[in-house]
């Protein structure tokens, strides 16, 4: 019996085959870690192993692991995800041209002609080794249009990533500080609701102060309901010892932190009603309920849900947890929300809305027998206040300087689009001035020596929110939320880059990516489409690459994922006081000046 033997295939050489397995893993890790943000390198292996090392399976898995309801395949802010993933997915494989493999894979899936040809070649190609059909599969792609920026229609792609996934796939690990983050998301759209609703002119002189001490977002409402609530009710109840100018920009960091507060409050409440939740669970149930307390199981007694509150007024390090405490507990009337929805549900609050709800909380408040005690002054040293007095000086002063750069751009803007006079400032929401940097070439180092007061290192560009109410004639408008991008170098009006509206965001939403942003853990809203500003695709594909964003010959800035997550915990932890942003707030009568003891140099230093 005879047997006729294959031909020999040319040997493969096994060090090409590891290389390109690794290449192919590295591109993988980073087309989940780009498309998604606060993804670790181990955590995006762990979702490809659940998805057999399918990238479009493992991310459906990841947003639906988020709880990301509001994921929306063929959007603006999907598809420019999408295509950012995609660059970094193909540099980190080292593919000899990765912007072109990136934009044959968009062309495929925006055009469902030539996807079905290319398919049906592969699939021949599969059966028949047949150089004419490989010729015709290469000449199908080489004919593709490249697409356009923000044309491509990628629904097709997802469709086919969801009939791949043969079964429900059970994620079994847990992942707290991933989903934290994207709790904390979450919340600040909430805040920026809150903001939005509340009357400009009270917000600028009385409210905003209030609400970044005490606007936390837990209690018997809606979430942003509660912030409202809980801002006014802490206002008129313990009023500032100082009244200070209106500022019409709120401190950054200090609307972070209370949206941190707000977590752990929100965490601390949920796992002290229900005593068989871990932090993990709470969170996931957060997600799914959209920060809505009411919608887990209620408390037996009036005790039980005391507790509970205390719980959540102690995590969140309210000021006065007994008197908030007090207050929640008490605070279930009818009336409030009737106020709140007269006024026209979404629009913005009235003057005369807010007083009545002033009113109404405070009865409320005192129906519960505690008293509200007057604040008391600090005593601190001179030195220590004099130093406090010259940091509250200098974090306004910076604050004016971005309020008209905004004002500026603003007025920009409404000249480009013929609307002269239609817009005004409402608030700015947050502003990140390390956007482009650190640059530390000998010019910018020049640059950043003119600077008040001087930093060691120099970024080129601001990203900022703010908030912008049409002049409609009423209160009763929807305020715009918008971005901007403005240059460090320059105060006149030629310093804008970038202005323009952008969406609220929706609760469980990814957010479009800021390399910058990210690195610094603010949280900005930017445009969907990912396009027109600094740290998006060119930053992304730099730090695939291991470059440095600039040219620093001495102390090279080579960003990473790894970076990026580590740099931003500060931010995203932070829930104490002694941010230098507090020292805006505060004025002269909140503080006794004490005689020194002989040691006050020592607690200070020597100058």
């Keep these: ?338 106020l709140l929805s007269d006024n026209g549900g979404q629009q913005q609050l009235s003057s005369q809305c807010v007083q009545q709800l002033a009113m109404l909380l405070s009865s409320a408040f005192r129906s519960t027998g505690m008293l509200a005690h007057q604040k008391q002054p600090v005593a601190i040293y001179r030195r220590r206040f004099e130093l406090t007095m010259y940091e509250g000086r200098i974090q306004r002063r910076a604050h004016k300087r971005i309020s008209r750069k905004i004002r500026a751009a603003l007025s920009r803007y409404e000249v480009q689009n013929s609307e002269q006079g239609c817009y005004q400032l409402h608030v700015v929401c947050g502003v990140n001035t390390y956007v482009s940097g650190p640059d530390n070439s000998m010019h910018s180092i020049m640059l950043q020596k003119k600077k008040d007061p001087v930093e060691d290192d120099y970024y080129h560009h601001t990203h900022a929110n703010f908030l912008v109410t049409r002049n409609v004639g009423s209160v009763g408008s929807v305020p715009v939320l918008f971005f901007a991008e403005l240059s460090n170098k320059n105060d006149d009006q030629d310093s804008q880059l970038l202005c323009c509206p952008v969406e609220f965001p929706l609760p469980g939403a990814e957010p479009v990516r800021c390399l910058f942003c990210e690195q610094e853990g603010i949280r900005i809203v930017h445009p969907a489409n990912g396009e027109g500003f600094h740290g998006h695709e060119v930053e992304f594909g730099k730090m695939v690459r291991g470059e440095d964003l600039f040219e620093n010959v001495d102390y090279p800035e080579e960003y990473d994922n790894d970076r990026i997550l580590t740099n931003s915990e500060f931010v995203t932890d932070t829930v104490a006081d002694g941010l230098d942003e507090d020292c805006m707030y505060l004025g002269s009568n909140d503080f006794t000046i004490k005689e020194s003891d002989g040691h006050e140099w020592d607690e200070y230093g020597e100058e």
Excluded at 19 to 45: E, I, K, N, Y
């Design 1 to 338: 019996m005879s047997a006729t033997l294959a031909p020999i295939a040319d040997p493969v050489d096994e060090t090409m085959l590891v290389g390109m397995a690794q290449r192919s893993f590295d591109g993988l890790v980073a087309f989940l870690t780009c498309f998604f943000p606060h993804l670790t390198d181990w955590d995006a292996v762990r979702y490809l192993v659940l998805a057999e090392a399918d990238p479009l399976v493992a991310a459906l898995i990841v947003i639906e692991d988020r709880r990301t309801k509001c994921f929306r395949p063929g959007s603006a802010a999907t598809n420019g995800a999408l295509k950012l993933a995609l660059n970094c997915a193909t540099v980190a494989a080292k593919y000899p041209l990765p912007s072109v493999l990136a934009g044959v894979w968009l062309s495929l899936c925006s055009s469902q002609d030539s996807n079905d040809v290319v398919v049906a070649l592969l699939s021949a190609l599969q059966h028949n080794q047949s150089s004419d059909i490989s010729h015709k599969l290469v000449k199908q792609i080489a004919s593709l249009p490249f697409p356009a920026p923000g044309s491509s229609n990628l629904l097709e792609p997802w469709e086919l990533a969801a009939r791949r996934r043969k079964h429900t796939t059970k994620v079994t690990h847990q992942y707290s500080w991933s989903l934290r983050r994207v709790l904390l998301h979450t919340i600040h759209g909430f805040y920026l609701q809150a903001l939005a609703r509340m009357p400009g002119g009270e917000l600028r002189s009385r409210y905003h102060r209030s609400m970044l001490k005490a606007g936390h977002c837990y209690g018997p409402f809606d979430p942003v309901t509660n912030i409202i609530v809980n801002t006014i009710w802490y206002e008129v109840t313990f009023p500032p010892l100082s009244q200070l100018d209106e500022l019409d920009i709120l401190g950054t960091l200090n609307l972070m932190r209370i949206e941190a507060q707000s977590f752990y409050g929100l965490v601390s409440f949920l796992c002290t009603r229900d005593k068989d939740l871990n932090s993990d669970q709470a969170i996931r149930f957060l997600l799914d309920t959209d920060l809505d307390l009411a919608a887990t199981k209620h408390c037996s007694t009036v005790q039980d849900e005391q507790e509970a509150f205390r719980a959540a007024a102690t995590a969140a390090w309210h000021p006065i947890p007994d008197a908030q405490v007090a207050f929640l507990s008490s605070c279930k009337t009818p009336a409030v929300l009737s």
